[in-house]
């Protein structure tokens, strides 16, 4: 099928799936470059957790609304619990979802399988394993974090303990940061993410991990450690020399 205008978009995380998925349900051909072999290739099958905190909205809808289906792990989850110094465990609880949980990675049921599987079965062209740096023209760049602003390390593992989600402010652990451990159903993500001191990443890591031992009844098993980095900085201009920058290329982060 012959389409009027072909959009190049370089990169395949979410951004430029999402991207890909709306300009192709506008009609539009749609062509994503993307380096790795798949989707997913700089996560690790780790929990994340998709805010539902920023918009009136539940994101959910706001997904409805452009078009994307759920066809992926998405969970909402109504309480967690937040510790910080000093401080007794803050139990926080609402009656809308306060984040959905995400899998991320380069397998079924993770939130990139699932937008791959929606572009391409749209018609999305996707080229893997072809990494572009100075295309010519017109395109949309989702390419993700460039350098560090915020450094994180931690390990999926499987667990008998219950669902749950923890958040832990408190610079001891993760330096003007968050640690975290998000638990569904027997699998479970731990990791801290540091904006400071990101040469001592892994005694963070090991104190995060003394931290939650310490506080609830933590089992590991199939520990894998991975590692990972973000913009959280938001540009001044999302356009630059033709092109237009989405997601954490453009600073959108959390
Ligand atoms: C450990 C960790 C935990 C996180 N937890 C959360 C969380 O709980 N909640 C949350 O909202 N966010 C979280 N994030 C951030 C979230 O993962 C990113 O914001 C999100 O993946 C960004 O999506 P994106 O589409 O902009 O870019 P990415 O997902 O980074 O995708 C960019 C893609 O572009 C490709 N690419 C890069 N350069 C080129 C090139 N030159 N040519 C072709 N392809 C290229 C890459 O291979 C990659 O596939 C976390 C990040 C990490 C590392």
């Known amino acids: 099928m012959m389409y009027k205008n072909t959009v ?30 798949d989707v997913g290739y ?12 920023s918009s009136e909205r539940d994101v959910t809808e706001l997904l409805g609304e452009i078009g994307i289906r759920i066809n992926f792990l998405w969970m909402p989850y109504y309480e967690g619990t937040v510790y910080a110094p000093e401080m007794k465990p803050v139990e926080v609880k609402s009656g809308r979802p306060i984040f959905y949980l995400v899998r991320r990675g380069s397998m079924p049921g993770t939130l990139d399988w699932g937008l791959k599987e929606q572009a391409l079965s749209l018609g999305v062209e996707i080229i893997f394993n072809h990494r572009l740096d100075n295309l010519e023209g017109k395109a ?10 915020a450094v994180a390390v931690g390990i999926t593992f499987n667990t008998k303990m219950q669902d749950k989600a923890v958040v832990v402010l408190d610079d001891n652990i993760a330096p003007k940061g968050y640690a975290y451990l998000l638990v569904k159903q027997g699998y479970a993500t731990m990791a801290t993410v540091l904006y400071r001191e990101f040469k001592k990443a892994d005694d963070y890591f090991e104190k995060m991990l003394n931290f939650f031992k310490e506080k609830m009844d933590v089992d590991i098993k199939n520990r894998k450690k991975f590692g990972g ?18 997601g954490e290329a453009a600073g959108f982060q959390d």
């Open 8 to 37: 190049n978009i370089i990169g395949a995380g979410p951004a430029s799936l999402v991207a890909a998925i709306v300009l192709r349900k506008h009609g539009l051909a749609v062509k994503v470059f993307e380096m790795s072999p």
């Open 229 to 246: 980095y973000g913009n959280f900085f938001i540009r001044d201009k999302q356009t630059r020399n033709e092109k237009i920058y989405i």
């Open 140 to 149: 949309i760049v989702g390419t993700g974090p460039k350098g560090a602003d």
């Open 42 to 53: 700089r996560l690790s099958g780790d929990f994340q957790g998709v805010e539902n905190w």
